[in-house]
């Protein structure tokens, strides 16, 4: 068993997500989860907050107005491998991302397109979602290559009623191959489950028609910032060569690890976010070493 050498090849990833400055999410988890896989990563927030929402009344300052100017910076300086994208919190960002895409899209190069859908969870959207964002976040999906709803968002964005599991393995191949349909070419369901005791992902890679789920142990509680993290691991897996259902599987481990440590920690008490920095040497163990 060996290390794969992450600095003779260096990834680089660009991440279109918020700043919250305490409680651990978005833009503090992905930059150094992707940092942890090799993957040079540049950071575009779209907001800087004093805290993520879950904590009352957070300061918050909208950067949308600065979003393009970045990218067209960064396009004179250099490609990137992968982008990826995680909560947009109006319209126009997420038009603004639309364009991002195709400003890294040419002869040359195409990166590799994450969209994390942020839409909602637990069968409700945010505040901010109505039918006009909710149409242009699918006009977003319909550019990426891979597309990470969870179970709300993903009915969502199929004009759906929002359905509750347990789900059946039928249901989750009919729901992400419907995705497909608009673009992508993997669609990856977090927060899919068969049984009240276990949860994880469901994944569908249309090159190959595969379908694959994965899962592991319930733990109770909300975590925040689990499916920035999904998202991140999701992306790093994939930029480092392994298969879609590799990578999957990576993400669901280290997401689950992460849940069980700070479970163990902080019991109830979960607003300040995931042990995710304890659980990065499994992590990375578990993504960048081969066996002989």
Same mark, same amino acid.
């Given at each position: ?8 090849? %260096? #990834? ?13 999410? =978005?833009?503090?988890? +992905?930059? %150094? ?12 927030? *779209?907001?800087?907050?004093?805290t993520h929402?879950? $904590? ?19 396009? #004179? ?9 995680? &909560?947009?919190?109006?319209? !126009?960002?997420?038009? /603004? ?6 400003? $890294? /899209?040419d002869e040359? =190069?195409?990166?590799? #397109?994450?969209?994390? %859908? ?10 901010? $979602? ?5 149409? =242009? ?14 179970? *709300?968002?993903? &009915?969502?964005l199929l ?14 191949? #009919?729901? +992400? ?20 005791? /276990? ?7 249309? !090159?190959?028609? !595969?379908?694959?789920?994965?899962? =592991? ?8 910032? *689990? ?6 691991? +999701?992306?790093?897996? +994939? ?6 259902? !590799? ?7 280290? *997401? ?32 960048? /070493?081969?066996?002989?």
């Open positions: 068993m060996q290390f794969l050498n992450t600095e003779e090849k %260096p #990834r680089r990833a660009a991440v279109i997500n918020d700043l919250s400055g305490a409680g651990k999410c =978005s833009l503090t988890v +992905m930059l %150094p989860v992707l940092s942890a896989l090799g993957c040079e990563t540049s950071v575009l927030p *779209t907001a800087v907050l004093s929402g879950g $904590f009352k009344d957070p300061v918050y300052r909208d950067l949308t107005d600065d979003m393009l100017k970045t990218a067209q910076h960064w396009k #004179r300086e250099g490609a990137f491998e992968g982008i990826c994208s995680g &909560y947009l919190s109006s319209r !126009e960002q997420i038009d /603004t991302v639309r364009e991002i895409f195709e400003l $890294f /899209t040359h =190069s195409r990166p590799l #397109r994450l969209v994390d %859908p942020v839409m909602g969870d637990n069968g409700t959207l945010y505040g901010i $979602f109505n039918k006009e964002t909710a149409r =242009s976040m699918t006009r977003l999906c319909e550019k990426a290559d891979i597309l990470t709803p969870n179970m *709300t968002e993903a &009915y969502c004009h759906e009623p929002f359905k509750d599991g347990p789900y059946d393995e039928k249901e989750l191949k #009919r729901v +992400m191959k419907a995705l497909s349909d608009f673009g992508p070419k993997v669609v990856i369901l977090t927060g899919a489950y068969t049984d009240e005791e /276990t949860i994880g992902a469901a994944c569908y890679d249309r !090159e190959k028609d !595969e379908t694959a789920l994965v899962l =592991s142990d319930r733990v109770p509680g909300k975590y925040h910032g *689990t499916g920035d993290i999904f998202a991140a691991v +999701m992306l790093g897996a +994939m930029l480092n060569g392994k298969t879609v259902k !590799e990578a999957c599987a990576a993400a669901v481990r280290y *997401t689950a690890k992460c849940i069980e440590e700070t479970r163990k920690a902080c019991g109830d008490n979960t607003i300040w976010g995931v042990k995710f920095e304890k659980c990065l040497p499994f992590l990375m163990h578990d993504v960048l /070493t081969e066996n002989d």
